[in-house]
């Protein structure tokens, strides 16, 4: 009927230590560990779009699936949380692959960062020697679900009142198994990796970041690897078991 | 950094019982009396794509301020709830003013529409006349907070894992007195506006849809007018109560 079209422009891209699909988590709030830095463009860099902020302690990110745009939507879509077999509705999904390719996250606010120079979080994906390149604003936030430098188009306060619904009912999400590897490192590992990084990088392993239909495999040989950071990481699953192997890449 | 502009299109669009802006709740999830029925565009009018739906209580809705999208965007905004005099910025805030012209709310899912026949829902803001010739799916979804026709570019589940943060601060938002005013109607409204239609007219009165600078006026002469379902209903404040004029008009 009305079949409008609009255009919206990006206000923020975010960092992450995902600089592909492979490993993040399925929804956000699910790895409170995983850090983002959220870098606003020039016309938005002003300490007064961010007035009283501080109050709330989380956000809504409204953001583009920039990496699944290509191709025509479909109708259903197969959640990796069902195994990827089973179809279910787009509108009953949080899926990617989706009419407009807008994503919604929520995220923990953790600081709103403006002085660069004082700045000392050792969880901010921007690093050091790159934060202190950056001007202006930018928000570090937790509970992340997306891959680095995902385009954003809106963010906004999380209002308990309209937002927080304790009687909501979960729908197929429900019936979900949560699904645990034990995770094996080489022994080597925190010569490679600092060991910070690395209890992140164990947690996003430990859900298994294989597809859904490859979580019943329980040996086979292939080897899948995670990007995670600057790091390139083999690993092979055995029964219960990740392991990773030990020729991880620095890339 | 990528400021890469993006097209949206609408999937499907709103039916509310407020054509214009003035009376509408501040925020979803607050009325749960007032419907709204989403109707899809022909490409997305399929059951497949509502598949699995019906399990889920509530849903989030990105949509279009298409009423507020003229002039440039402000950084700061003055929130209704903060008596419209104190400023915040805009991403502390869900203001319909902002960059990208978003909103999203979280509403209720009542039912699956399909089957126009037998459909006989009293509070369908479509009618029974108008749903008749409705063709595919609709949503009939309540704790709506959005004008008539408003175009909505995605529907996806509220999953409490995820959304629901019982533990959130929720900033100024907290520190919102609850205003309400007694409502006085004329004698002979129950003769004008069906009884249920009322009962949901007076809870959006009760709260005072006077602008926020306004709610602190006692007693002024001023005629405000609001547009509720096909009503125009003029209205006046006096010490605590707000007294329905007795010239409704019906449009």
């Given at each position: 009927?009305?079949?409008?079209?609009?255009?919206?422009?990006?206000?923020?891209?975010?960092?992450?230590?995902?600089?592909?699909?492979?490993?993040?988590?399925?929804?956000?709030?699910?790895?409170?560990?995983?850090?983002?830095?959220?870098?606003?463009?020039?016309?938005?860099?002003?300490?007064?779009?961010?007035?009283?902020?501080?109050?709330?302690?989380?956000?809504?990110?409204?953001?583009?699936?920039?990496?699944?745009?290509?191709?025509?939507?479909?109708?259903?879509?197969?959640?990796?949380?069902?195994?990827?077999?089973?179809?279910?509705?787009?509108?009953?999904?949080?899926?990617?692959?989706?009419?407009?390719?807008?994503?919604?996250?929520?995220?923990?606010?953790?600081?709103?960062?403006?002085?660069?120079?004082?700045?000392?979080?050792?969880?901010?994906?921007?690093?050091?020697?790159?934060?202190?390149?950056?001007?202006?604003?930018?928000?570090?936030?937790?509970?992340?679900?997306?891959?680095?430098?995902?385009?954003?188009?809106?963010?906004?306060?999380?209002?308990?009142?309209?937002?927080?619904?304790?009687?909501?009912?979960?729908?197929?999400?429900?019936?979900?198994q949560k699904h645990t590897?034990?995770?094996?490192?080489?022994?080597?590992?925190?010569?490679?990796?600092?060991?910070?990084?690395?209890?992140?990088?164990?947690?996003?392993?430990?859900d298994d970041?294989?597809?859904?239909?490859?979580h019943?495999?329980?040996?086979?040989?292939?080897?899948?690897?995670?990007?995670?950071?600057?790091?390139?990481?083999?690993?092979?699953?055995?029964?219960?078991?990740?392991?990773?192997?030990?020729?991880?890449?620095?890339?």
């Amino acid at each position: 009927m009305l079949n409008k079209e609009k255009i919206i422009k990006p206000i923020a891209y975010i960092r992450t230590e995902f600089p592909s699909k492979f490993g993040i988590p399925r929804q956000s709030s699910l790895k409170n560990e995983l850090f983002g830095t959220i870098v606003f463009e020039p016309e938005y860099c002003h300490e007064e779009a961010f007035r009283e902020l501080k109050g709330f302690s989380h956000l809504w990110i409204i953001w583009h699936f920039s990496e699944t745009e290509k191709g025509e939507p479909s109708l259903t879509v197969r959640p990796p949380r069902l195994g990827g077999n089973r179809r279910v509705g787009v509108f009953a999904s949080r899926s990617p692959y989706r009419p407009n390719s807008l994503g919604l996250s929520c995220v923990k606010l953790e600081k709103i960062c403006s002085d660069r120079k004082s700045c000392s979080i050792p969880h901010c994906p921007l690093g050091k020697n790159l934060c202190k390149k950056q001007s202006g604003i930018s928000l570090l936030v937790s509970g992340i679900d997306m891959m680095d430098k995902t385009p954003i188009f809106d963010i906004k306060p999380y209002i308990p009142i309209t937002d927080c619904h304790t009687d909501a009912s979960e729908g197929y999400t429900a019936i979900t198994q949560k699904h645990t590897l034990s995770v094996i490192l080489p022994k080597n590992i925190d010569t490679v990796i600092p060991s910070e990084k690395l209890s992140r990088l164990i947690s996003v392993l430990e859900d298994d970041p294989r597809p859904g239909y490859r979580h019943s495999e329980k040996d086979s040989d292939k080897t899948y690897h995670i990007e995670f950071d600057m790091y390139d990481i083999p690993f092979k699953v055995k029964e219960d078991s990740l392991i990773v192997l030990d020729n991880i890449k620095i890339n």
